[in-house]
């Protein structure tokens, strides 16, 4: 009977600011997180990713490769980002062809979403469970599947 191979969650080769915080278990690699960032437990963060200055991914996070996160941010529990669109029908394995997502400052993502290659402008505020298909370039309340603007904000 053979044995599996097994590969254990680990942070390695990231590079971070002062003050950061990771809640153990995580997966986190070659990324960067600016300082004073609180990563929560089961959280991975992949490669080529930046998490800018205080915020705050709480747990069950996935963020793939190719995010970019703004300061002063909150991303809620489980919040997935995707950036490979199948659009072949199956994975594609060249990076190159993969979305690149640009969350501004000041942004909040409710529990549960799904945010797809795009980017969403500072001051926004993402409903739980909602899924973000289209850039966002009106500071507002956005929710549902696809998420729409509900109410602007000040």
Known sequence: MASPRVLKAQIRDIMCGDNVTIVEPA???GCELKQD???GP???IQKNTVVG??????SHTFVCEYVYIGSDCFIGHGVMFANDLFKHGRPDPNPDNWGRTVINNDVTIGSN???????????VVIGAG?????DITKKGV????PAKKLRDLP
């Open 142 to 145: 956005y929710a549902g599947n």
């Open 42 to 44: 089961f959280v991975e």
């Open 53 to 58: 200055e205080r915020t705050k991914i709480q």
């Open 130 to 134: 909602s899924v973000v298909t289209k």
């Open 27 to 29: 997966n986190i690699y």
């Open 113 to 123: 979403a799904t945010i797809l290659p795009v980017t969403i402008c500072s001051g």
């Open 37 to 39: 960032v609180f990563v």
